[in-house]
């Protein structure tokens, strides 16, 4: 596999990938194994939009894991599995043992009427049987579609309906810090409501007292009982689906996000190999949670694709103690260790002291995703994790665009804090101005859209190609528009600035504000709310939210209360406000928009300078809220 060396290497690279993309990915590709080869490198058209890479090619995914890597390295650990509690023994999968597991499984979906193009519902925990499952289901040709366990029965249910998912892969509970939350009753809940799903099948975690249903709930172990540990690869084509991940936009309905089979391969582990710089033998660790991109790309399908050794983790970082990262990561030798800016945040208000007994001696790499990482945080994760001797890499990119797509090459690229840098081989990037004007060279500022097409990107949303036209290539006719603003330094150098739309940050996790006041308005005594961001010092991003409500039943303390439940129950404890703020009305336009603008001001505390506000239906309202907010 051509890995980049150098930065001058790197500048060679990306020449030639934006002078010949087509002959430049070809030369990539054919380093994978294809039943058949394609005929076409690339068709598309970004009006459609359609895209498609190595056309009429064949393939299974996991064959370029398994039968690729099974005779030189069957031995070597493929997944190592650090549980919750570190007093629970680890596991180590080396890439034989997840082959036969792979393939029980793949045996098992087989046995419940999983066929080719079915979908595939996995809610399950941080536990190897998870990969287990994707890769599974990758084999056999269906499609898994991962919803983060964390989100509630309701969004679970939104989004089974929204694939109409045959079957649901679940656990009889999770262990999650000092927690143990109940995910099988929260299955049980959403599937009242979904008559697509046939069975499910039930993983032993947590030993939780649970409803099975005859005939529709069989456990994970007696489904694998009797299944043989091979299992031919169902023959896919390049642009046959892979899965199917929900992300939120700024509408009130998550969009199912489409990727494909041969591209996703390819571009996965180029930009796994190049960005992180894995040498063979090393230990790789990304602390996402499968039920995101990052862990698809970067704990699941680059690692393995990349013969990597790639590290689990059930946990979260503070349980036991706030030292607990860095206690894996020496107990694992873990030489690349890739995070989020929220989690670094998190950390670094316990101080230095609990990184004190670890050595951390086997980092080479430092990466970060999801989120603008501030200086101060950059820094300290620079100075404490990295000890001044770890590259950062700074990685952008989103679940529409499959893999990284800007981000330094470690200790390849000169970083700079806050910078995601440069462009990976095959990416053109361009900052546009509101009227779609390309702003050529340095110093510039804008929305960030992609002029050409990369091999992982998203091919369509599930069930609506209309909606994925309109979200991503209508704005600027021609580009693909990620809906972030982005500054060009004067070296050339990309800083993303945020997002443009109604998309939130929090926690590197995205929250479309619709969907979070669609939540709100369920409250029964809420007559209407407008959900905006504010900058909170460790989420990167806070909820806020405006709420008008009749007051004539609660006291403000317990409606707010009730509220915050409300959104708890209907999306998760992730979209739940950090403040909420009950107010006589909302500043509105003569044609009864809300005036967000004036929203965020106020919910950052700076009232100061909040614009012409004689334009709007109810200027008076203005005084009233900032009053109730109290700048
Ligand atoms: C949005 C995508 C990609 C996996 C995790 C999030 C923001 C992502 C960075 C970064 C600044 C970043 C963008 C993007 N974002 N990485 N390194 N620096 N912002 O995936 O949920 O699809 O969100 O996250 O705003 O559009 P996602």
């Known amino acids: 596999m051509p890995k980049i060396t150098t930065f001058s290497g790197y500048f060679h690279e990306y020449q030639k990938s934006i002078v010949q993309p087509q002959k430049f990915w070809e030369r990539i590709a054919e380093t994978f194994h294809w039943k058949k080869r394609w005929t076409n490198v690339l068709d598309w058209n970004f009006e459609e939009p359609s895209v498609k890479w190595f056309v009429d090619g064949k393939l299974n995914i996991t064959e370029n894991i398994f039968e690729r890597f099974l005779y030189t390295k069957g031995d070597q650990p493929a997944i190592i599995w650090e549980p919750n509690n570190p007093k629970e023994a680890y596991r180590v999968l080396t890439y034989r043992d997840l082959y036969e597991e792979v393939n029980r499984f793949s045996n098992a979906l087989k046995s419940i009427a999983v066929v080719k193009g079915d979908r595939v519902v996995i809610y399950m925990p941080m536990v190897p049987e998870a990969a287990v499952a994707m890769l599974a289901c990758a084999r056999i040709g269906a499609i898994h579609s991962v919803v983060f366990a964390g989100f509630s029965s309701t969004s679970l249910a939104d989004r089974i309906k929204d694939c109409k998912a045959k079957v649901v892969l679940t656990s009889d509970g999770n262990f999650r810090g000092a927690k143990t939350i109940p995910v099988k009753d929260v299955v049980d809940e959403a599937l009242e409501k979904c008559p697509s799903v046939k069975s499910t099948v039930v993983l032993k975690r947590t030993n939780t007292e649970i409803n099975m249903r005859v005939g529709r709930d069989m456990w994970w172990h007696d489904v694998i009982e009797n299944e043989s540990t091979e299992c031919n690869a169902e023959t896919m084509d390049s642009e046959d689906m892979l899965f199917i991940l929900y992300t939120s936009g700024s509408t009130g309905k998550p969009k199912g996000v489409v990727h494909t089979t041969g591209g996703y391969m390819v571009y996965t582990k180029y930009s796994f190999e190049n960005v992180f710089q894995y040498q063979q033998g090393d230990v790789y660790w990304c602390t996402a949670d499968i039920g995101w991109i990052t862990g698809h790309s970067y704990i699941i399908y680059g690692p393995l694709l990349a013969g ?201 996790h995205r929250m479309g504000t619709a969907e979070v006041e669609n939540a709100i308005d369920e409250h029964p005594l809420v007559i209407e709310s407008a959900v905006v961001g504010y900058p909170h010092d460790i989420k990167g991003q806070g909820i806020f939210a405006f709420v008008i409500a009749d007051m004539s039943q609660r006291s403000e303390e317990s409606l707010i209360q009730e509220i915050r439940e409300t959104v708890n129950r209907i999306i998760g404890p992730i979209a739940k406000p950090d403040k909420i703020l009950v107010v006589p009305g909302l500043p509105k336009t003569r044609s009864g928009k809300i005036m967000r603008r004036i929203l965020r001001k106020i919910a950052s505390g700076d009232a100061s300078n909040l614009g012409d506000t004689s334009t709007l239906l109810n200027p008076e309202v203005v005084e009233d809220i900032k009053k109730a907010a109290g700048v």
């Open 308 to 508: 990597a050794t790639t590290l689990m983790f059930e946990g979260v970082p503070t349980f036991p103690h706030p030292g607990r990262f860095w206690e894996i990561v020496d107990k694992h030798q873990v030489n690349q260790f890739y995070t989020a800016p929220t989690a670094i945040r998190a950390l670094q208000t316990h101080g230095i002291e609990p990184i004190a007994p670890f050595k951390l001696d086997s980092l080479k790499v430092l990466g970060t995703v999801g989120e603008p990482i501030n200086e101060e945080a950059w820094h300290w994760y620079h100075d404490h994790i990295g000890k001044n001797r770890c590259p950062i890499v700074d990685t952008w990119w989103q679940t529409e665009t499959g893999g990284i797509l800007v981000s330094p090459i470690a200790g390849i690229t000169p970083t700079k804090p806050s910078y995601a840098t440069m462009p990976l081989p095959g990416i053109q990037p361009v900052i546009l101005d509101n009227e779609g004007n390309e702003l050529f060279g340095n110093s510039v500022e804008g929305n960030l859209c992609i002029k050409f097409p990369w091999p992982s990107m998203l091919r369509t949303t599930y069930g609506d190609h209309e909606r994925c036209r309109q979200t991503y290539f209508s704005s600027f006719p021609g580009y693909y528009f990620t809906g972030d603003v982005v500054r060009r330094d004067e070296d050339g150098y990309y800083r993303i600035l945020g997002r443009v739309d109604d998309v939130i940050n929090v926690s590197g």
